[in-house]
């Protein structure tokens, strides 16, 4: 069992600062990978930033030079420091955790958080 809170979103004007962070509790569950995920009103939910548990990471084009994606293995805690916010990058942030419950015989399990509203102004 694992539960993710995501925290850190909020209302900022364009052009400042953000730190996302995501926090993953829980016992038996061996992770995978853990990113960011946002979703804008009408469209596809998509990947913002991804990174594996062997520290490789992934943006979108549309944040990267912008966006960087850390990872806290003592805390089971992920962040995402968003620089340079524009309007377009309004949207719901998601954190996602895949893994293998070792309780379970290594069963696959994908984990979502519940999201976090950042909101860009002009």
């Known amino acids: 069992q694992v539960r993710l809170v995501e925290s850190g979103g909020g209302l900022v004007q364009a052009g400042e600062s953000l730190t996302l962070s995501c926090a993953a509790s829980?016992?038996?569950?061996?992770?995978?990978?853990m990113g960011w995920y946002r979703q804008a009103p009408g469209k596809q939910r998509e990947l913002v930033a991804r990174i594996t548990i062997r520290g490789r990471t992934n943006f979108a084009d549309s944040v990267e030079g912008r966006f960087t994606i850390s990872r806290d293995n003592t805390k089971n805690t992920i962040y995402l420091q968003m620089n340079s916010l524009k309007p377009e990058d309004t949207a719901v942030y998601y954190c996602?955790?895949?893994?293998?419950?070792?309780?379970?015989?290594?069963?696959?399990?994908?984990?979502w958080g519940q999201g976090t509203l950042v909101t860009v102004s002009s």
């Open positions: 996602r955790v895949t893994g293998r419950d070792v309780l379970r015989d290594l069963m696959y399990l994908e984990v």
């Open positions: 829980g016992r038996g569950f061996s992770i995978d990978d």
